[in-house]
């Protein structure tokens, strides 16, 4: 099995693509070992001394590393977990697909403009922030101000180029295909 690894914007994270179908069911987001419970491939990544994050795509993995340990003594590691888990057979998460979070309900123009966020989101900006290593979720619009809040997943999470992403690249976008929006926020 040949795994190829990318690095990402966020120098703390690398994206390992295994040639496989990862989490064709929507991403899954770890950020605790607790959380990694449910997931066979998160929780033995998590075992690896330095590993705080993982972020499982639909085709790639993204690992967020913390400490004192680099990239050079990590990477082989991870590559032996990943390897492992594809070897087992077991599926990458357990149960259904991870629900996420609906948030609060919009209605009239307000539930309009916020089904206009959610397709910008879903069409154009979630697969290159995806490309990445990353996704960015919809968290709350305020119609009063204008605010758009954003969730920021994977390696975009902590990256020190994700607030250039959100205002330069995000932000333009949504401004010019929903004038309704005054800025994107991260939560």
């Keep these: 099995m040949f795994i190829q690894t990318e690095q990402t914007p966020n120098p703390d994270a690398v994206k390992f693509l295994p040639g496989?179908?990862?989490?064709?069911?929507?991403?899954?987001?770890?950020?605790?070992?607790?959380?990694?419970?449910?997931?066979?491939?998160?929780?033995?990544?998590f075992e690896i001394d330095g590993v705080v994050g993982v972020f499982l795509g639909e085709d790639f993995i993204a690992v967020t590393r913390g400490g004192p340990l680099g990239w050079?003594?990590?990477?082989?590691p991870v590559l032996s977990a990943i390897m492992?888990?594809?070897?087992?057979?077991?599926?990458?998460?357990?149960?259904?697909?991870?629900?996420?979070?609906?948030?609060?309900?919009?209605?009239?123009?307000?539930?309009?403009?916020?089904?206009e966020i959610r397709q910008l989101l879903d069409t154009r900006i979630r697969p290159a922030v995806a490309q990445d290593g990353g996704d960015v979720l919809f968290?709350?619009?305020?119609?009063?101000?204008?605010?758009l809040t954003l969730?920021?997943?994977?390696?975009?999470?902590?990256?020190p180029s994700s607030t250039a992403t959100l205002k330069a690249g995000i932000e333009t976008m949504m401004k010019t295909y929903v004038?309704?929006?005054?800025?994107?926020?991260a939560a």
């Design 84 to 115: 492992d888990h594809y070897l087992s057979g077991r599926p990458a998460v357990l149960g259904e697909g991870e629900s996420l979070p609906e948030g609060p309900v919009y209605e009239g123009e307000a539930g309009q403009i916020v089904e």
């Design 20 to 45: 496989r179908d990862v989490s064709p069911g929507g991403p899954h987001d770890f950020t605790s070992v607790e959380e990694a419970a449910r997931s066979p491939l998160a929780a033995a990544l």
């Design 72 to 76: 050079e003594q990590l990477r082989a």
């Design 179 to 185: 004038p309704e929006i005054s800025s994107v926020e």
């Design 151 to 159: 969730k920021m997943r994977g390696a975009c999470a902590g990256c």
């Design 139 to 147: 968290d709350h619009f305020d119609m009063e101000t204008g605010v």
